[in-house]
C-alpha cells in the first residue's frame, strides 16, 4: 500500500500523526496527484531576432491534491473526527511522507496549507463522504538528510584535499542549499567558502607558482626561491626596497596557468608585507589592474585580488560554438609592489577560486568575517535558513565571538554532475586545516529511486 | 536567484522578492527596493541600517543603501526602500557655506568714531574701469579729521557659515592726501567681534597697489571667522577734502577648507578662487561622516577655477555638486561598494571617454528624441559683487535651427551666489554645447551578460554601472558628441541609470539623458531651489 501519513519530522520511522490511508478510518482514492511543480519563467523575446532569452527561472508552489473515502462502515463519529483532525493539521506547516507502494524511499512534502472538500454522498446510519483535499506545499519533496566531513588545508600545495575538496555524489533532482559547520578551532579569520556544480570536476586547486625573479627596477633587490619555512612550498620570492627609492618593484613574472575552463574567478594572493604597501595586479590582455592594500603587516595573509575572466582571450559562448577548440587557454598576470618605506614583500602563491564560470550549473562564494572565534563554539553558513551563525555546545562560554555579515551567496550542491567545495582561511597560517561538516536535504520533483 | 539581500548583520535573500537596484551615473548606487514577507506585528527594522545586496557567485556588492523607509502592509508584506549612502549623506546636511566670495554685500560698516567718514561700494573718482569697491572717504571738507577718527567695515561671512577664513586678497588706492598717518589695517576677530588681531596694516597711498593676499599659513591668524577693514587717521589731524578717500579694491576671501586627510589645510589659500575637488573634499569631510574621500578617491584634473560661490541660505551636498557639474561637467561624483570598515569611498572622477560596455538591442531598445532640447542662445543672469543686476548672453551655430530660420534661447540664472564672469562664460558655453543637437536618449534592456571593457569580463546585468559608455549594436546613430556622423549601426551613449531587477534578472539603462516622467518631474520641482 502506499504510504500518504502526516509526520513530525523527516526521519527514517517518524512519529505518525495522521495516516491517509490505514483505512482508520481514511482511504486514498483515484484522484490524487502529486505532480511536480509547475515553473516561473523570466524571458525576453522580441521581433527583432529569433528565439528568446531566459533570463530567470524558479519553480512555483506544489499542488498535491488527495481524495480520500472512508472505509465502509465506519462510523460517523470516525470521519469527523477523521475530517476535524484534517482541518487541524491543514491549517499549517506539515510534513506529509508520501511513499510508493513499491518502492523503498518516501519523500516528505512540506505543506503550506490545505483546503478541504466534502462530498456527501449518503447521510444515513452508514454514512460515505469523498474529501478532496488541495494541499498548497513548498516547491520539492525532501529525502533524508545526507552528510558527510571534510577537513581542508589552507595551502595549495599539501593536505589531502588542498584548497578544495569534491563531494560525494549528490541526491536529488534539483539542486539544494548545504549547510556548513566549521568545527571548534583557534581560528581567528576571514574565511572564503565557494562551491561549484559543474559537469565535470575541475582539477584542483588551481594554482600558480611563487613569481620568478627577474630583472628588478633600480633600488630593489630580488630573491627567488628565499627561504621561509611559514611561506607556502617552504620558500617564496623575496623582493626588497633600498632606501630612497621611490618606483614600484616591477619585472618579476608568474608563469603562465592553463585555466581548466573559462569564466569568473576570484583570485587571491599568498603576501607577506609591511604597512602601506600596495599590490597591483592585472591579467595580461584582460581589464585594469586592481590594487590592493597590503595591510597585515609582517604576517602571511591570502590576499583577495578581486575577480578575474580567465582565459583574458577565451569569449564567451553558447551551445553551438561551446565544443568550438580554442587556442591559448593560458592565464597569464603580472603585478608590482610599492612599497613606501625600507622592508621586503614576500610572494610565495596565488590561488584561483571559481566565481562564476560558464560552463558552471551553480557557482556561489562567500566572504565571511569573524573574529575571536572561541573554541567551544561551531560556525555555520546555514543556506537553508539564509543565515549564519555560531552555535555552542556550551552556554556559559564566554560571547566574543564576532562575526561582521558576510559578503556572497551561501552554498548550493546539484545533483547530476560533479560539486566542488572550495575554501580559504584567509588570515590564518598555510598549516592550519579546516575540519568542516556538511548536510543537506536532497529535493525532488517527483518521487525519488533508491539509488539518489 | 543570483543576488543575495542583507539588511544590516541578517539576510533576507530567501524571504525577499522583487528586489531592484538602481545606480545612476552622479551619485553612484541610487537605492534599494524589495518586499518582504513579514507580519505586522514584527517590530520595525532599525531605520538607517545598511543595506546591501551582492552577486552570488562572486560575492562582488552590486547595490547597497541606508534604509530609510518601510511600508507595512496587513496582507504580510512590508515595502522596504533604501537610498544610496551617497546620495542619502550628501543631503543629510543643509546649511549655508561659502568657499570664495567678492560680494561687496557682505561687508557693512560696523563702527566710526565720527559722523565725517562714511562708506559705500561704488566706483573711486577718476575711475576708468565699472568695478565697485569698498570706499571710505571724507563727507565734511574742510573740516577737520583728527588722530585715531577712524571708520571699520566688517565680513562676518565665515561666522554667518560656521567656518574660519582662510585668505583674503585686495588691492587698495587713495585720494592723494595719501600719507603714512592714513592707515588701512586689515583685522581679524573671534567670534563675537572680540579679541580682535591686526593682520596687516599699509599707509594710505595715491598710486594702486599690487594685489595684497593674507592668507592662513602665512601672516592670517588660523581660525577667524570675522575680518574687518579699518581706515584711520593717526598722530596728527587734517582737514578733509576732495581726495580724502581710501578704497579697497575687488575684495576676495576665502574659506578655510578641509583636505582629505581630514585636516583644514594650511596652504594654497593665496589662490583666489578654488577648485571643483577642493569644494567637494572639503564637504564630504565636514559634512559627511559615512562618506570616506581620500587622495586615491578623488581627482584633480579639473582647473575650472571658481571665484565665486557662496551660498548664505543654505545649501546641501547634491545641489552644492549640481552647480559644480554646470562649471566642471567632466566630472562626477560617485559612491559605491561599502569598504570592511563600514564607511563608503566617495569617487571624483572623469567621466570614462572610452568605451566601457558592449550592447546590442535585442532584449528591448526605446528612444524617444525630444527635439525641444536644441538651442541657439542662451542668456546667463546674476548679480556683481556690489548686487547690481548684470548677464551675459552667448550664441552658438546650430545648423537644423538655422535651416528652419528658428532662434531658441534659454536663460539661466547664477544669481549672487555663483555669479561671476568666468562662471557665466563656462556655464553658457557648457549649456549650449550639451544643446547643440537632440539628446540620443532612451532606455535599452539587458537581459544577458556583456562584455566590458574596463574589467575584460563578461558582466552580469546586475553588474551594469552608470557612467561608463555603452556601445549598442543595432541603431542608426543621430550625431551627437559621442557619434560618428556616418551612420554604421552602431551608437555609443552614456549609461546615466541602470535599474536592475531581481526577480526578471535584467537591467534597464536610461542612456544619456533621464527619461521624461511624471515621477521624475515632480522630484525635480520638489528639489529645485531658487538662486539669490
Not at chain 2, 557648457?430 to 532606455?443: D, K, M
Request: hydrophobic share 40%; aromatic share 8%.
Amino acid at each position: 500500500m502506499p504510504l500518504y501519513q502526516f509526520v513530525d519530522e523527516i526521519d527514517a520511522s517518524p512519529t505518525v500523526l495522521l495516516d491517509l490511508d490505514d483505512g482508520s478510518p481514511l482511504n486514498v482514492s483515484d484522484g490524487t496527484s502529486t505532480s511536480p511543480p509547475r515553473r516561473r519563467v523570466s524571458s525576453y523575446g522580441s521581433s527583432a531576432r529569433d528565439g528568446d532569452v531566459v533570463a530567470q527561472r524558479a519553480y512555483a508552489d506544489r499542488t498535491i491534491k488527495i481524495a480520500l473515502d472512508f472505509r465502509i462502515g465506519s462510523t460517523a463519529e470516525e470521519q469527523s473526527e477523521a475530517i476535524q483532525n484534517l482541518g487541524r493539521l491543514l491549517d499549517g506547516p506539515q510534513w506529509l511522507l508520501w511513499q510508493h507502494e513499491a518502492k523503498t524511499e518516501p519523500v516528505f512534502y512540506r505543506t503550506r496549507f490545505g483546503e478541504i472538500e466534502v462530498d456527501d454522498s449518503i447521510m444515513d446510519d452508514k454514512p460515505q463522504r469523498l474529501v478532496t483535499l488541495n494541499i498548497t506545499a513548498e516547491p520539492f519533496g525532501y529525502g533524508e538528510r545526507e552528510s558527510g566531513s571534510v577537513t581542508i588545508s589552507n595551502d595549495p600545495t599539501s593536505g589531502t584535499n588542498k584548497m578544495c575538496a569534491t563531494l560525494p555524489t549528490i541526491k536529488g533532482d534539483v539542486a539544494s542549499p548545504l549547510v556548513l559547520d566549521f568545527l571548534p578551532d583557534n581560528l581567528g579569520s576571514d574565511i572564503l567558502a565557494a562551491t561549484l556544480a559543474i559537469k565535470t570536476a575541475i582539477a584542483a586547486p588551481i594554482y600558480l607558482a611563487k613569481p620568478i625573479a627577474s630583472s628588478p627596477p633600480t633600488g630593489w633587490t630580488y630573491t627567488s626561491s628565499y627561504a621561509d619555512a611559514t611561506a607556502v612550498g617552504g620558500n617564496c620570492l623575496r623582493m626588497q626596497r633600498a632606501s630612497g627609492v621611490t618606483t614600484a618593484g616591477n619585472g618579476a613574472s608568474i608563469p603562465a596557468l592553463l585555466v581548466p575552463e573559462p569564466g569568473d574567478y576570484r583570485l587571491f594572493a599568498r603576501v607577506f608585507g609591511g604597512t602601506g604597501q600596495t599590490l597591483s595586479i592585472s591579467q595580461m590582455g584582460g581589464g585594469d589592474a586592481h590594487e590592493v592594500a597590503i595591510d597585515y603587516p609582517f604576517a602571511w595573509q591570502w590576499y583577495d585580488c578581486g575577480v578575474f575572466r580567465c582565459p583574458s582571450s577565451k569569449p564567451r559562448v553558447d551551445s553551438l560554438m561551446a565544443s568550438t577548440p580554442f587556442g591559448n587557454d593560458y592565464a597569464k598576470f603580472q603585478f608590482e609592489v610599492t612599497n613606501p618605506s625600507v622592508g621586503d614583500t614576500r610572494l610565495s602563491a596565488w590561488v584561483l577560486v571559481p566565481a562564476g564560470l560558464d560552463a558552471a550549473l551553480s557557482d556561489k562564494l562567500a566572504l565571511v568575517h569573524v573574529e575571536n572565534w572561541q573554541a567551544t563554539d561551531t560556525f555555520r553558513l546555514d543556506a537553508i535558513s539564509d543565515a549564519v551563525y555560531w552555535w555552542s555546545s556550551d552556554p556559559t562560554a564566554s560571547v566574543t565571538n564576532e562575526y561582521n555579515g558576510y559578503a556572497g551567496g551561501l552554498p548550493v550542491v546539484v545533483p547530476g554532475v560533479d560539486n566542488q567545495l572550495w575554501m580559504a582561511q584567509l588570515s590564518a597560517a598555510i598549516t592550519e586545516t579546516l575540519d568542516v561538516d556538511w548536510f543537506y536535504y536532497p529535493q525532488y520533483l517527483y518521487d525519488r529511486p533508491a539509488a539518489s | 536567484m543570483s543576488l543575495a539581500l542583507r539588511v544590516g548583520e541578517e539576510s533576507f535573500t530567501n524571504l525577499a522578492s522583487d528586489i531592484r537596484i538602481k545606480n545612476v551615473a552622479e551619485g553612484g548606487f541610487a537605492s534599494v527596493t524589495f518586499s518582504v514577507k513579514r507580519r505586522l506585528e514584527q517590530s520595525l527594522f532599525d531605520t538607517f541600517t545598511d543595506v546591501l545586496v551582492y552577486d552570488t557567485a562572486t560575492a562582488e556588492q552590486v547595490g547597497g543603501g541606508r534604509l530609510l523607509e518601510q511600508g507595512r502592509n496587513d496582507d504580510g508584506t512590508w515595502q522596504v526602500t533604501a537610498l544610496g549612502e551617497g546620495l542619502a549623506s550628501m543631503q543629510d546636511i543643509t546649511t549655508p557655506v561659502f568657499y570664495v566670495d567678492q560680494t561687496l554685500d557682505h561687508w557693512y560698516m560696523s563702527t566710526r568714531t565720527t559722523k565725517r567718514l562714511e562708506v559705500s561700494n561704488t566706483t573711486w573718482p577718476g575711475a576708468t574701469v565699472d568695478e565697485d569697491s569698498i570706499m571710505c572717504e571724507g563727507n565734511a571738507e574742510g573740516l577737520p579729521l583728527v588722530a585715531g577718527d577712524g571708520l571699520i567695515v566688517v565680513n562676518r561671512l565665515a561666522e554667518l557659515c560656521g567656518q574660519t577664513f582662510g585668505g583674503i586678497g585686495y588691492r587698495h588706492k587713495a585720494g592723494s592726501v595719501a600719507s603714512a598717518n592714513w592707515r588701512l589695517k586689515l583685522l581679524s576677530y573671534s567670534a563675537g567681534v572680540s579679541g580682535v588681531v591686526t593682520e596687516n596694516d599699509l599707509a594710505w597711498s595715491a598710486a594702486l597697489s599690487s594685489r595684497i593676499q593674507v592668507v592662513r599659513g602665512g601672516a592670517l591668524t588660523s581660525g577667524r571667522p570675522i575680518l574687518g577693514f579699518w581706515f584711520r587717521r593717526e598722530n596728527t589731524s587734517q582737514n578733509a577734502t576732495d581726495e580724502t578717500y581710501s578704497a579697497v579694491r575687488a575684495p576676495t576671501v576665502r574659506a578655510a577648507i578641509y583636505g582629505s586627510d581630514g585636516n583644514i589645510k594650511n596652504t594654497g589659500y593665496t589662490n583666489e578662487y578654488v577648485l571643483p575637488h577642493e569644494v567637494i573634499t572639503d564637504w564630504v569631510v565636514r559634512h559627511c561622516p559615512r562618506l570616506d574621500v581620500s587622495n586615491d578617491t578623488v581627482s584633480t584634473a579639473s582647473t575650472e577655477q571658481i571665484d565665486q560661490m557662496a551660498y548664505l541660505d543654505g545649501v546641501h551636498g547634491m545641489q552644492l555638486a549640481s552647480d559644480l557639474r554646470e562649471r566642471e561637467p567632466g566630472l562626477v561624483w560617485q559612491v559605491w561598494e561599502q569598504d570592511v570598515d563600514g564607511t563608503w569611498p566617495f569617487y571624483y572622477q572623469p567621466l570614462p571617454t572610452a568605451v566601457q560596455y558592449e550592447a546590442s538591442v535585442a532584449d528591448g531598445f526605446r528612444a524617444p528624441s525630444p527635439s525641444s532640447e536644441v538651442y541657439n542662445k542662451v542668456t546667463v543672469t546674476g548679480k556683481t559683487p556690489a548686487g547690481r543686476d548684470i548677464n551675459l548672453t552667448l550664441t552658438q551655430v546650430v545648423p537644423s535651427l538655422d535651416a528652419a530660420g528658428i532662434v531658441r534661447e534659454a536663460t539661466i540664472p547664477l544669481g549672487s551666489e555663483v555669479w561671476s564672469t568666468a562662471a557665466a562664460t563656462k556655464v553658457g558655453n557648457e549649456f549650449l554645447a550639451s544643446h547643440a543637437v537632440p539628446p540620443n536618449s532612451g532606455t535599452i534592456t539587458i537581459a544577458r551578460p556583456i562584455y566590458d571593457n574596463f574589467s575584460g569580463r563578461w558582466i552580469k546585468p546586475c553588474n551594469i554601472r552608470s557612467g561608463g559608455l555603452m556601445r549598442v549594436r543595432g541603431i542608426q546613430p543621430t550625431p551627437d558628441t559621442l557619434n560618428a556622423t556616418s551612420p554604421d549601426g552602431v551608437t555609443v551613449f552614456r549609461v546615466v541609470s541602470a535599474t536592475h531587477s531581481g526577480d526578471a534578472n535584467a537591467t534597464v539603462c536610461e542612456l544619456d539623458a533621464y527619461a521624461l516622467n511624471e515621477s521624475r518631474a515632480i522630484a525635480q520641482l520638489s528639489q529645485a531651489r531658487t538662486r539669490r
